[in-house]
C-alpha cells in the first residue's frame, strides 16, 4: 500500500521516516519529495509497506502524531492522475 505522508518537518531524512514506520511492519520504501530546482524537501513524502494490515496500522498510529515538532498527516495516497487542474492554468499564460 502506498501511504502519503504530510506536514514532514523539513529536516526530516528518508531514513527517519523509514525508521518511524517500521515500527509497523515492513516498509519497502520512504521517499520525501524535493523541489527540483533548489533540492529542498517539499514538506510530504511516501511510504510503501507491502502489508495492507501493517499499512493501516501504521496509518492509524501516526496520523496527527508529532514528528520534531510537527504534526502528521498520514492516509493512503490516492493513485496519480494526468489531469492536473493547475497545469492547464499555467498553460494558458494569461
Known sequence: MNIYVGNLPY?????????????????????????????????????VMPDNAQAQAAISGLNDKEMNGRRLRVNEARPRTDSDPRSSFRERRW
Open 11 to 47: 529536516s526530516a531524512t528518508e531514513a527517519e521516516l523509514k525508521q518511524t514506520f517500521e515500527q509497523f511492519g515492513r516498509v519497502e520504501s520512504a521517499n520525501i519529495i524535493q523541489d527540483r530546482e533548489t533540492g529542498r524537501s517539499k514538506g510530504f513524502g511516501f511510504v
